[in-house]
């Protein structure tokens, strides 16, 4: 098993700048891909960005020069970093660990930007 715990979220005005942790614990040998994904308000859930064997990554095209995913592994933890923030990142955002066998989700983090 492992657990996932996202502390960060929060309130931001547009053009602002936010990071979110998500640390780890538990099997973390396990854990091939770490991810952060986010779901808008009548949206399906949709990645955001994605790490691999901590340097491969990819990013949603909307997010692409904007936000970076990074890892941590003396903390155990994932960061997100966001810049230049835009209403239409509102959403809630999650993080996601992958082993070959299994998903983890964290409970997710409200992110909202006011314009």
């Known amino acids: 098993q492992v657990q996932l715990v996202e502390p960060g979220g929060g309130l931001v005005q547009a053009g602002g700048s936010l990071r979110l942790p998500c640390a780890a614990s538990g099997r973390i040998g396990t854990i091939r891909t770490s991810g952060w994904y986010r779901q808008a308000p009548g949206k399906q859930r949709e990645l955001v960005a994605a790490?691999?064997?901590?340097?491969?990554?990819n990013y949603a095209d909307s997010v692409k020069g904007r936000f970076t995913i990074s890892t941590d592994n003396a903390e155990n933890t994932v960061y997100l970093q966001m810049i230049s923030l835009k209403p239409e990142d509102t959403a809630v955002y999650y993080c996601n660990a992958g082993s070959a066998n299994f998903d983890y989700w964290g409970q997710g983090t409200q992110v909202t930007v006011s314009s």
């Open positions: 790490i691999t064997g901590g340097s491969k990554t």
